[in-house]
Each structure stands twice: as structure tokens, then as C-alpha cells.
């Protein structure tokens, strides 16, 4: 798929304030740092679509960008940056979970996990949070060019291994990288099919 139009539309801090489009969302969530913001905007195609930041918790809102005026790519904040107040923390926390469920336009989530971290609980807790919560999602494995082939399918297979003691199936895995372009193909041609396949039904 093309990318021929990006505009951003609009922060919102709660679902309730989100924009009413009835367009189809795609939204990126994950810790902190993980490269969501990143990766939005190298699926985008704009360098600074998205605000990212080397510190942690850069985004605090949600964030809609409307892509070829037919769909949309949302920003969410990260969860469990452990350097700031506990207040904070839940309060993201709430504001993404509550997006995740009341948003009925959400097509499908991906969720970011640096590949070079071995699986984290907050991740994996997340991860069943959205299990039980029927949240279509998919993995994204971010900052691929960091690692070696090598250390990078290790770092693949252990995680597999541990989802594997979660799930029976695992979902859709995406191994992408915002500076090498690694995975751009694959997402946007996924989100692709989603949105022709929806139009078909
Ligand atoms: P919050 O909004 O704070 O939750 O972070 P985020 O998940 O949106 O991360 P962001 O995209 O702001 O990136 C965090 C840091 O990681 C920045 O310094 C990015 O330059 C860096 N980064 C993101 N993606 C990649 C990648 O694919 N490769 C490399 N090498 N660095 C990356
Ligand atoms: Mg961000």
C-alpha cells in the first residue's frame, strides 16, 4: 500500500474526547521507550509525524493521524515507565485500557516490545489483560537493527517460548525497525488486507 496523505488530527486525553470518525484505527501501544511513536511514523513515511523522544514517556495522550483520508493510525502512551509517580503510571494505564475497550472503531492493536529485552511482566500481563478483553492484536518486535540476526532470532525464539506457556496460538508477529525500514512492507500490506477484507463482508 501507498502512503500518499498523513495529517494529524487531534490529542485526546480520554476515549469519551476521541474524534468521531467511523474510520478504521490501528493503534500502537507498549512500554515506554519501545518505539511506538517511531514506528508510526516510519509506517507513515514522515519523520516527525509523531513527537518521539530518547526519554522515556514522551506520549501522554492519545494521538490520531489520519492516513490516505480513509484510515487511521493512533499513538497511544506507553505504560510502565517506573520513573515516574505511580499516580502517573496508573493513570496512563487507565487512559489506554479504556481506549482499548470502548473503542469501537479499533480495528486492530499492535503491541510494541523491544526485541532486545527478555519478556517483561508488565508486558506479559498486558498481553492476557488483552486476551481477556477479545482485543484483536498483533506483536511488533521493535528496534530489529539493534541485534545481530543471530541474537536477534534467540532473543525471537525465547519469546515465543514464553508466550507459548500463555497462549495456545500465537498471534501475528511483525520483527520491524524505524531506522532500517525493517517490516514496513509487511504491516502496511496487513493493514491492507484487513481493510479489504472488510469492505468485502
Ligand atoms: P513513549 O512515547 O515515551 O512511550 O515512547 P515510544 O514508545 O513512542 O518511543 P519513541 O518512538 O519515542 O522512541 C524511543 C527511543 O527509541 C528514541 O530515542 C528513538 O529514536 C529510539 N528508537 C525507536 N525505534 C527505533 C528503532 O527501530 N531503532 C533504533 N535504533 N532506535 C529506535
Ligand atoms: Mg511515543
Redesign the pocket.
Known amino acids: 500500500m501507498k502512503i500518499t496523505k498523513t495529517q494529524f488530527l487531534k490529542s485526546s486525553r480520554t476515549v469519551e474526547t476521541c474524534p468521531v470518525t467511523g474510520k478504521p484505527e490501528f493503534a500502537f501501544v ?1 512500554r ?8 508510526l511514523n516510519m509506517l507513515a513515511g514522515k519523520r516527525k509525524l509523531a513527537k ?3 526519554t ?4 501522554k495522550l492519545i494521538n490520531h493521524f489520519l492516513i490516505n483520508e480513509e484510515w487511521y493510525l493512533v499513538d497511544l ?2 505504560y510502565g515507565y517506573a520513573r515516574t509517580s505511580k499516580k502517573l503510571q496508573k493513570e496512563l494505564l487507565a487512559i489506554i485500557q479504556d481506549y482499548l475497550v470502548n473503542r469501537q472503531n479499533l480495528w486492530c492493536l499492535f503491541e ?1 516490545i523491544d526485541c532486545r529485552h527478555k519478556p517483561q511482566q508488565n508486558d506479559m500481563l498486558f498481553l492476557r489483560w488483552l486476551g481477556m478483553n477479545h482485543i484483536p492484536f498483533a506483536i511488533c518486535f ?2 530489529s ?2 541485534l545481530s540476526s543471530q541474537k536477534l532470532s534467540a532473543s525471537l525464539d525465547y519469546y515465543r517460548a514464553e508466550l507459548l506457556k500463555d497462549w495456545e496460538i500465537l498471534p501475528e508477529i511483525f520483527i ?4 532500517s525500514r525493517t517490516g514496513r512492507d509487511e504491516l502496511l500490506s496487513f493493514i491492507e488486507n484487513m481493510l479489504k477484507q472488510n469492505t468485502l463482508n
Open positions: 507498549g515506554s521507550n519501545a518505539g511506538k511513536s517511531s514506528l518521539t523522544s530518547s522515556p514517556g514522551k506520549t502512551p506507553g510494541l521493535t528496534k537493527d539493534k520491524t525497525s524505524s531506522v
